[in-house]
């Protein structure tokens, strides 16, 4: 059912608008954002749709098909501690945008329908696209005038605040912001960001997703011990943030730290290298140049970094034995998708490959697409 047949169903009347946003996939900068460095994601074909209509008085009404339930709350009562649960994600943008200078005690309320292509969970960002769906029709039905950096920092406030994700600043940015066949190549600490062309189409490339559906059980903790790893590192090296530490810097970094925190800064160092050395190969070469710097990056996730889990390791080594040019691990870790850069021809060998290994080890039969890179969020009709 479409975002606006569901509109129609729920509330009993038309919608006057329908705004899209995509979700994303890292294709390389992993665990750098907290680190104020360099990540380059880009938006996906897969995307979370929004049919929107303002209502006579300051109500706001949420459904979605993803829950059986309608949420409903005045404009002027919405606030962290009043949101709960997905309508957290919808509400809370609407909140965070009272907290960039939307006056939510003046606004018309709103009627919102909420259908996505976006699997949940799968590392994929459901949770940007919903924020940035939002953002944008809200955005436009109330004549913010919001930029699209701007609208990715409500999104970041609804995630941080209203739903209580500790998350960068990097999903909402690539949905926001993304371009049809280019990555978005962002400075987490200046949130400078620029497009840059993939170029995969014209070589023949597709970047195949392979979900582990391994879930995340040990992310919050892991994800909280990586990021104090990182802070102690840079406490002792006397830095603001490891951004600010080269690979240069690296044979002192070795003497000055325990060997398992030098691991955790080497990962991101050298993350962050290879970040900018492929914004510098996709200009220079082209994509087909790119794979050894996405194996790089999961072998530093695997061993330095200690995020990876077998499933994953299993699937980016058999993508590579069965004719990708680069795989590696992508999100946070600890279980999610990996991603293979492979020519079109060879993704169901692929595919193929990988579900026959995860079969004969007894692991959970993976989820396994393509996606392309797609525009950012935008409005539909
Ligand atoms: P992801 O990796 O997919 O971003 P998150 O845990 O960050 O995973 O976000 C997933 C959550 O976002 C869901 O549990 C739900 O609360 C919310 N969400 C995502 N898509 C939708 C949707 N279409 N409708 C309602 N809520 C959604
Ligand atoms: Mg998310």
Known sequence: ??????????????????????????????????????????????????????????????????ADELVELPLAELAPDRLAGWSAYPLGVAWALGEHGADLSALPGVDLYIESTVPVG??????AAIESAVAVALDETWELGLDRRALARVGQLAENKAVGAPTGIMDQSASLLGLEDHGVFLDCRSLESQVVELGFRAAGL????????????????????????????ARILEVSALRDVTVDDLARAQRLLDDETFRRVRH??????????????????????????????????????????????????????????????????????????????????????????FASRDYAEPATFTVTAADGAHRLR
């Open 268 to 357: 991101v160092v050298t993350e962050n290298q290879r970040v900018l050395d492929t914004v510098a190969v996709l200009r220079s070469e082209g994509p087909l140049a790119i794979g050894e710097l996405l194996d790089a990056s999961h072998t530093s996730m695997r061993d330095d970094f200690e995020i990876s889990v077998p499933e994953l390791d299993l699937a980016v080594v058999t993508a590579r034995e069965n004719g990708a040019i680069g795989a590696r691990m992508t999100g946070g870790g600890f279980g999610g998708a990996a991603i293979a850069l492979a020519p079109r021809e060879a993704i169901e060998q692929i595919a193929a490959a990988v579900r026959a290994a």
């Open 122 to 127: 799968a590392g994929l960002s459901s949770s």
């Open 1 to 66: 059912m479409s975002s606006k047949d569901g509109f129609r169903a729920t509330f009993g009347y038309e919608p006057t608008g329908t705004w899209v946003a995509p979700g994303r996939v890292n294709l390389i900068g992993e665990h750098t954002d907290y680190n104020e460095g360099f990540v380059l994601p880009f938006a996906i074909d897969r995307s979370t749709t929004v049919a929107l209509s303002s209502r006579g008085d300051s109500l706001v009404r949420v459904a979605s098909a993803f």
């Open 206 to 233: 597709e970047v195949l997703v392979i979900d582990t559906k391994v879930s995340h059980s040990h992310a919050t903790g892991g994800y909280a011990a990586r990021r104090a790893s990182c802070e102690a590192g």
